[in-house]
């Protein structure tokens, strides 16, 4: 397993710093709306949907809603109090997300048997996403189109960072269960571990002065950030634990689907630019 990982590391991390950095923002905006696309393809099995046709419309639906609220033009003020407002709920989803791991599995009679509740969280799973890297993709792009690839790699090593710090701490160390319920292999001292290995990362790439923003609130929107990505990992297992499925697919060797790899991100870079650009 250790391997295969190591294996598809080796690939995907170089394909994705390619992506971030010399892809055109109108290309990386389409690229993010496949990979939501593929991502929503296994999100329907968290709805019990099973049969190809139903998953593929699923698919398909998100993709057009997420091209549609792309091709807004940037100059109506619609598209800009949308992504506000997106954005900012879904700092409140991953508090309600917090609240279902906590008390999973008590609270899933609530919503597991909702269709309406289920459509809720993969909206306000994938779609902040989306936005959010869009967004931060977007920062002084007419003027250097690779500031905002520095602010989304950054995010993207913290919850590399905290996901590899986890994987090794818990190994070496780890003997008390974070979330026995969802997630077992989950340790607090491989929690402890990735988050200070990521909180080390951020503060360092701040000494360096990569990013325009005050200490307080880089700081703050990278802490959480670095935290709610181990939520977002968690609420994933939650899902798929209700669905009685161990990966959301099988597309990338050793580590499952693309909701297995970008569970955390669809958690950190919404918080992350949610924080930076609207609260702090």
Known sequence: MLIHRI??????IPLVIVVLFFVPLPLFSLTIILVCGLAAWEWAQFLHITKKSSRLIFALSIVILLSVLYLIPNSVELKIRLYTTILSLSIVWWLIALC???SYPAT?????????IKLLFAFFTLVPFFISMIELRSINYNSNSYTGAIWLLYVFVLVWATDTGAYFAGRTFGKRKLAVKVSPGKTVEGF?????LAIALS?????????NIGFS??????LLAILVSVLGDL??????????VKDSGHLIPGHGGILDRIDSLTAAVPVFAALSFYIL
């Open 7 to 12: 294996l598809a590391a080796i690939v995907l």
């Open 100 to 102: 279902l791991v906590g």
């Open 108 to 116: 899933t009679k609530y919503w597991d048997n909702s269709i309406v």
């Open 192 to 196: 402890i571990g990735g988050v200070s």
């Open 203 to 211: 503060v360092i790439a701040y000494m360096f002065n990569f990013f």
């Open 217 to 222: 609130a880089f700081f703050i929107s990278s």
């Open 235 to 244: 609420t994933e297992s939650m899902f798929k634990r209700e669905a009685g």
